[in-house]
């Protein structure tokens, strides 16, 4: 299923643009491995972006500069900040069923 952006209009356009590329990068084939063991490594799960985003998992493996890719997002409006959550909870479905098993530790709800 891919990403349909709701129809609330992005206001903040160009911070929003950036933390995609970094949503995009993070979850390209090569690097989402990487991201899995950096969450794993860390005990957060993956649904729990705030997390992710405080510390600084999605720079470490992102080609953001340290701190900027949870600068981007609270540098965003509310309302695009939830559009930013939804994108992520997306992209998270995505990743190929088998290294969600390998995984299963950091996709688990509890």
Known sequence: MAFVQATIKVEKEREFS?????????FA????????KALD?????IRNFDAALAKGVLDSV???KAGSARGLYQAL????QAQMREL???KIEEVEP????????VYQYY
Do not use: M
């Open 41 to 45: 490594g860390r005990n957060i799960r």
């Open 62 to 64: 992102g080609s953001a």
């Open 18 to 26: 950036e933390l995609r590329v970094v949503l995009d990068q993070i």
């Open 88 to 90: 992520y909870l997306s």
């Open 98 to 105: 088998a290294l969600r098993a390998r995984f299963h530790k």
């Open 29 to 36: 084939a090569e690097r989402v491995e990487k991201y899995l």
């Open 77 to 80: 409006t509310i309302p695009d």
